[in-house]
Nanobody
Framework: QVQLVEPGGGLVQPGGSLRLSCAVSGSIFSINVMGWYRQAPGKQRELVARITSDNSTNYIDSVKGRFTISRDNAKNTVYLQMNSLKPEDTAVYYC???????????????WGQGTQVTVPS
């Protein structure tokens, strides 16, 4: 079975940095898009950043210039480098991967368990 494991986030002071990682394991034939989502209290889950298999990236406007998404295909791992953190970045962050488990099989979305990132005011 496919699993996504996210090491813990943490509490970071405003202006600080944090790097999240997410490793995909299990029956993997290929991984297409990988991404990071976040959900703040009382808000809908939103896509923060995404990266394709050929390293094309997209970011929501609020994190452009501060966050960088990257991936290591040899390790089936996606990263989110977060710099210049702001209180509004406080949320539970979830990684997501589009995984094909075998040839001619459908691609399914798989989710990590989520990790809390807190930036105090």
């Amino acid at each position: 079975q496919v699993q996504l494991v996210e090491p813990g986030g943490g509490l970071v002071q405003p202006g600080g940095s944090l790097r999240l990682s997410c490793a995909v394991s299990g029956s993997i034939f290929s991984i297409n898009v990988m991404g990071w989502y976040r959900q703040a209290p009382g808000k809908q889950r939103e896509l923060v950043a995404r990266i394709t298999s050929d390293n094309s990236t997209n970011y929501i406007d609020s994190v452009k210039g501060r966050f960088t998404i990257s991936r290591d295909n040899a390790k089936n791992t996606v990263y989110l480098q977060m710099n210049s953190l702001k209180p509004e970045d406080t949320a539970v962050y979830y990684c997501n991967a589009e995984v094909r488990t075998g040839p001619s099989r459908h691609i399914y979305n798989y989710w990590g368990q989520g990790t809390q990132v807190t930036v105090p005011s």
